[in-house]
Structures are given as structure tokens and as C-alpha cells.
């Protein structure tokens, strides 16, 4: 018996808890790899349409991985337990593993073991409760999208990279990626906007007035006129008193959390912390295999699978402890379940104060912001006031219960004023009165956070791939970071104008969307894998003929 993991931790934390009697074989990642084959590997003798009716085959691409499987599948034979990733890769990943065993068994014998924590308990479960088989929904959905992409960027980076070259740029690769574009479109429109806004003139008129002690700052709508907003400046500003018109109370609830799934983990974490995606993610993994948080891949924000009692025990032993509650467990659901996997909660203590540790505190702390947290409570209140007939006003919150923020204050709402209750009719004493000109400002370039969210809007890539490629299209040179945002670089630039001069459908992500949706189905087993990708590869076979035709007058000349 061989029992195959994915990662070294894992295996080793399968031998610590089930102590198997087999060898335990670990994997980092993926085995094997889909390439051409070798006749296709001259960029200059082969016409990069032909890629697109190309037959594809297997590499080796972790030759002491692979050559470790093979030499204790001869010594111990079968069966084998794959011991991977419970999600589409880690699916893609066992079969690999199986097409790897098949040159020493021609019919080898497996099973599949499945879990989403490296927890003794669970461990100790998974290997009581081995399935059958394998996902095959997961392992061809998987395959579609390496076929997909290894297709897509070999034919359209091939044709750019040749066809810059021609034209005088001394350029080593020109990267196209169906992903990778639309990502690098989402900066370049925000930049565009940005490049285009042209700033408009208004005036505000604003005063001080002292609400019994307090002082409450009003004022006006903006006002583009310069001669309207003069002439109510000169109105106002020798108001003794302003009268109230209207005050408001209204009481509000802000929801607490859901249960952390990877998209909103990335987009917060990304925001909270002001480092990549990539890296967030790789450290997020680190916590899984050593068994401080559930597996950190998942679109599920709804509690399955999980016991919470286990989970507030263990963090009762931590600085946290200080919000739990015995008997007050208060979990509340979204509506998203993968069918695999568990929103991402703590599995054991994690104390150290490095990024593991941030993200462990934060993963931990929205836990408890879900499970044992309220609704936070404000007031919202508006006052509107007359200077001499001037009208200003202005509004506020302020909190009656904190709620789920005691626990989880990453986003803890700041500058919150209360003002003693105010009846219409009443008066303040007017302290000050200025009139300020001012330009509207154009929107700020994409942080990483709100660039994932709009990968994630527009269904760019899944949960576990997003966060690539807004690194990615840094590594290519298409875009840089500024601070914590993302600026189109002058390469990143051309390559978008090239191709929406072409198409937009080449830059903007419909045409990746549609590319998803046959994904999804080809995991539903609704369609099959092969006319799947052929449906996805005939429409950019279409957009690359159109882009082939033109891309030699459309290529901008090197200066």
C-alpha cells in the first residue's frame, strides 16, 4: 500500500496521526504537466494557429517525485491512497499520480482520501471513510482549464512575441493569458479614467455651530456658480444664529461577518496587511499543512462539517478567549456551499507574530466575530439648518452596541459624533463661517483588494487562481505597484491598445466569463470535456484569426 500526499507536511502529519501500514510518498504539487509535443517547440517554423488543433501530451515535471512514486509502487505495489488536495487541483493532481502508477500497474487499484484539516480527528475519519474513486466532475474541469490556457497563451504569446519582433522590438516574450489580460484591463480602464478625468470647480460653504458644548460642523451642497455661492457666503456669514429645519434618528444595524471563504479572506487580507495576494495565499497554505487553519480554498460561506464547540474550546486556551461566551453561540450562514469544502476557521493555536500569525489572528477573530458576535447597532442621525435662509446640513453615527467589532475591528467605522437630540425651530449660535473652492478629484488607482473583488464580479478566474495573476501582471512588466495600488505601465499599455484596437473582446473579460460558464458545466458533467473545449477554443480561434490579420499594421513602430 502507497499512500500519496500532496504536500510534505501533510504527509507527515498523516504518518504522526494514522500511522499507515505503507509508505507514504509526498508530492510538491503537480506531477505531470500538458505541453506540446516537440514538434511544435520551434516558435519560427510553426505558424502559432496550428497550436489551436494541436494534440497535447504529458511531461514529467517533478522528475524526483515522480521517479520516488514509481520506485515505491515496484517495491510495494498497489493499492494507493491519494491523499491530496480535496479541491479541482488536488483532484487533477491524484490522476496525475494514477497516469504515473499505470507504467509500473497496468491496472492499479486506489482509493481517495478526503479532508479539509490536517486535525487528528478529521485525519483519523478521512482514513476510516476512504471513497472509491476519484471526482472525475473535478479532474476534467481541472484538465479543461490547463488544456484551455496552455492552448490560449501558447498561440496568442507566440504570435505577439513573433510579430513584435518584426517589427523592431527587442523584446523576449510578449505574455497573453485569457486571465491574466482581463486583469491587466481592469487597471488599465481605472488608469484611463484617471488619464481623461478633467477636474471641475465647486464651492462649499460650511459654518461651526456650538450645539450646547459641541461643536457640529454644517454645510452646503456643492455649488458650481461662483457668483451663487458668493452671494450665499455674504448671506451667511453674518448669521448670528442657524434654525433648525429637520433632525433625524434612525437606528441601524450593521450584519456581522459570514463565514470566511477565500475571495473575501484575499480581499480583506489584502487590504488589512498591504501585501499580495500571492503572498497572503502561500501563508495561508503554510497554516493548512501544518495544521493551524482549515484547507484556505473554498467559495463556501456557510457552516458545514464543522464543529464549533472543538474550535471555541481550543481558542478559549488563546488571548481570545476573552470573547467567548459559554452558551452563546450565535453562527449565522451565507448562501454559497462548493460541495467540498468548510469556510476557512482556526484548527489550533497560531501565537507568532509574523504574516502566518496576521492572517491566523484575523482568520480567528472573524471566526468569532461569526459564530459568537452581534449585529453592531448605530444611530444614524441628519441635521439640516438655515443660516438666514442659507440651507446646510450634515449627518453622523454613533454606536448604541458595538457588536461583532469588539472581536473583529479591522474595519471599525472612525470619526463617529453624537450630538444631543435637537427639535425644529430650535437655534444654535453660529461660531464660524468659511466658503472653500474646491475641484471634484478623479477615482484612485485599483488597490488589490477592490481589483480582486472586480476579478471575482466579472468571473475571472476561481478562488484559488485569483490572486496570481494581479502579481503576475506586475512580474511581466505590464503593471507596477504604488504603495498599495496598481498603475498600466507603458508595455501594458501598448499590448491593451494593440488588441482592443482589434477587438475588445481580446481585453475585456465576457469572453473569459463564457470560458468559466463551460467550466462549470463541464464539472456538472452536463457537457463533456472535449466539446467544452471546443465550443471555448472556436471563439478565440475566430478572435486570434482577426488578430493575426491586423496585429502588423495595428503594432505600434519602436520610437
Known amino acids: 500500500m502507497i499512500v500519496v500526499a500532496e504536500k510534505p507536511s501533510v504527509a507527515r502529519a498523516i504518518m504522526r496521526v494514522v500511522r499507515p501500514d505503507a509508505e507514504v510518498i509526498a508530492l510538491s504539487g503537480h506531477l505531470l504537466e500538458l505541453d506540446f509535443h516537440e514538434k511544435y517547440s520551434n516558435?519560427?517554423?510553426?505558424?502559432?494557429?496550428?497550436?489551436?488543433?494541436?494534440?497535447?501530451?504529458?511531461?514529467?515535471?517533478?522528475?524526483?517525485?515522480?521517479?520516488?512514486?514509481?520506485?515505491?509502487?515496484?517495491?510495494?505495489?498497489?493499492?494507493?491512497?491519494?491523499?491530496?488536495?480535496?479541491?479541482?487541483?488536488?483532484?487533477?493532481?491524484?490522476?496525475?499520480?494514477?497516469?504515473?502508477?499505470?507504467?509500473?500497474?497496468?491496472k492499479p487499484n486506489y482509493m481517495r482520501m478526503r479532508f479539509n484539516t490536517v486535525a487528528e480527528k478529521e485525519l483519523r475519519k478521512a482514513w476510516s471513510s476512504l471513497e472509491s474513486d476519484l471526482n472525475w466532475g473535478w479532474v476534467e474541469k481541472a484538465l479543461f482549464r490547463h488544456k484551455f490556457d496552455l492552448i490560449i497563451g501558447a498561440a496568442y504569446t507566440r504570435l505577439l512575441t513573433l510579430t513584435a519582433r518584426k517589427n523592431?522590438?527587442?523584446?523576449?516574450?510578449?505574455?497573453?493569458?485569457?486571465?491574466?489580460?482581463?486583469?491587466?484591463?481592469?487597471?488599465?480602464?481605472?488608469?484611463?479614467?484617471?488619464?481623461?478625468?478633467?477636474?471641475?470647480?465647486?464651492?462649499?460653504?460650511?459654518?461651526?455651530?456650538?450645539?450646547?458644548?459641541?461643536?457640529?460642523?454644517?454645510?452646503?451642497?456643492?455649488?458650481?456658480?461662483?457668483?451663487?455661492?458668493?452671494?450665499?457666503?455674504?448671506?451667511?456669514?453674518?448669521?448670528?444664529?442657524?434654525?433648525?429645519?429637520?433632525?433625524?434618528?434612525?437606528?441601524?444595524?450593521?450584519?456581522?461577518?459570514?463565514p470566511t471563504d477565500t475571495d473575501t479572506m484575499?480581499?480583506?487580507?489584502?487590504?488589512?496587511?498591504?501585501?499580495?495576494?500571492?503572498?497572503?495565499?502561500?501563508?495561508a497554505e503554510d497554516l493548512y499543512a501544518e495544521g493551524f487553519i482549515s484547507y484556505p480554498r473554498t467559495e463556501t460561506n456557510m457552516w458545514i462539517r464543522v464543529n464549533h464547540q472543538e474550535i471555541l474550546e481550543m481558542l478559549s486556551g488563546t488571548p481570545l478567549s476573552k470573547f467567548i461566551v459559554p452558551q452563546e453561540l450565535n453562527?449565522?450562514?451565507?448562501?454559497?456551499?462548493?460541495?467540498?469544502?468548510?469556510?476557512?476557521?482556526?484548527?489550533?493555536?497560531?501565537?507568532?507574530?509574523?504574516?502566518?500569525?496576521?492572517?491566523?489572528?484575523?482568520?480567528?477573530?472573524?471566526?468569532?466575530?461569526?459564530?459568537?458576535g452581534q449585529n453592531a447597532v448605530f444611530e444614524r442621525w441628519k441635521l439640516s439648518v438655515e443660516l438666514d435662509g442659507v440651507p446646510m446640513e450634515?449627518?453622523?453615527k454613533y454606536f448604541i452596541h458595538e457588536g461583532f467589532y469588539?472581536?473583529?475591528?479591522?474595519?471599525?467605522?472612525?470619526?463617529?459624533?453624537?450630538?444631543?437630540?435637537?427639535?425644529?425651530?430650535?437655534?444654535?449660535?453660529?461660531?464660524?463661517?468659511?466658503?472653500?473652492?474646491?475641484?471634484?478629484?478623479?477615482?484612485?488607482h485599483l488597490t488589490e483588494s477592490e481589483l480582486l473583488r472586480l476579478m471575482e464580479k466579472n468571473g475571472i478566474g476561481t478562488d484559488a487562481t485569483r490572486h496570481?495573476?494581479?502579481?503576475?501582471?506586475?512580474?511581466?512588466?505590464?503593471?507596477?505597484?504604488?504603495?498599495?495600488?496598481?498603475?498600466?505601465?507603458?508595455?501594458?499599455?501598448?499590448?491593451?491598445?494593440l488588441l482592443k484596437s482589434v477587438d475588445e473582446?481580446?481585453?475585456?473579460?465576457?469572453?473569459?466569463?463564457?470560458?468559466?460558464?463551460?467550466?462549470?458545466?463541464?464539472?456538472?458533467?452536463?457537457?463533456?470535456?472535449?466539446?467544452?473545449?471546443?465550443?471555448?477554443?472556436?471563439?478565440?480561434?475566430?478572435?486570434?484569426?482577426?488578430?493575426s490579420e491586423h496585429v502588423q499594421k495595428a503594432w505600434p513602430k519602436p520610437a
Open 168 to 258: 523592431g522590438f527587442a523584446v523576449k516574450l510578449v505574455s497573453y493569458g485569457s486571465c491574466q489580460t482581463p486583469t491587466l484591463w481592469f487597471v488599465y480602464a481605472r488608469d484611463m479614467e484617471i488619464r481623461n478625468f478633467k477636474p471641475e470647480i465647486y464651492y462649499v460653504i460650511w459654518a461651526v455651530l456650538d450645539d450646547r458644548g459641541t461643536k457640529v460642523k454644517v454645510s452646503t451642497v456643492p455649488i458650481r456658480d461662483r457668483n451663487e455661492a458668493e452671494k450665499l457666503y455674504r448671506i451667511a456669514k453674518d448669521a448670528k444664529n442657524a434654525l433648525v429645519k429637520e433632525y433625524t434618528l434612525k437606528v441601524e444595524e450593521e450584519q456581522k461577518p459570514l
Open 505 to 547: 473582446r481580446l481585453v475585456t473579460p465576457e469572453t473569459r466569463r463564457f470560458v468559466e460558464r463551460m467550466m462549470v458545466e463541464v464539472e456538472a458533467r452536463r457537457i463533456s470535456l472535449e466539446e467544452a473545449l471546443s465550443k471555448s477554443l472556436k471563439v478565440y480561434e475566430a478572435l486570434y484569426t482577426e488578430l
Open 331 to 372: 453562527a449565522v450562514d451565507g448562501r454559497k456551499n462548493d460541495g467540498a469544502h468548510p469556510p476557512i476557521h482556526p484548527i489550533k493555536p497560531y501565537l507568532a507574530g509574523d504574516l502566518k500569525g496576521k492572517i491566523w489572528e484575523y482568520i480567528a477573530r472573524r471566526y468569532l466575530a461569526n459564530v459568537m
Open 406 to 444: 469588539e472581536v473583529f475591528p479591522y474595519f471599525r467605522p472612525k470619526d463617529l459624533l453624537w450630538i444631543p437630540e435637537l427639535k425644529k425651530g430650535q437655534t444654535l449660535p453660529v461660531l464660524e463661517v468659511q466658503i472653500d473652492e474646491k475641484k471634484t478629484k478623479p477615482p484612485p
Open 394 to 396: 450634515t449627518s453622523s
Open 468 to 497: 496570481i495573476f494581479p502579481s503576475l501582471i506586475v512580474e511581466r512588466g505590464y503593471a507596477f505597484k504604488k504603495r498599495k495600488s496598481f498603475v498600466i505601465t507603458s508595455h501594458g499599455e501598448a499590448l491593451i491598445n
Open 266 to 283: 484575499l480581499q480583506e487580507l489584502t487590504k488589512i496587511l498591504a501585501v499580495s495576494g500571492n503572498r497572503i495565499m502561500a501563508s
Open 43 to 106: 516558435w519560427r517554423s510553426i505558424d502559432p494557429a496550428e497550436l489551436f488543433h494541436a494534440e497535447t501530451r504529458w511531461i514529467i515535471r517533478d522528475k524526483k517525485a515522480y521517479n520516488s512514486l514509481l520506485k515505491a509502487l515496484r517495491a510495494s505495489g498497489d493499492p494507493i491512497i491519494f491523499a491530496t488536495d480535496n479541491d479541482h487541483e488536488g483532484e487533477l493532481i491524484a490522476y496525475e499520480a494514477m497516469l504515473a502508477a499505470k507504467k509500473v500497474l497496468s
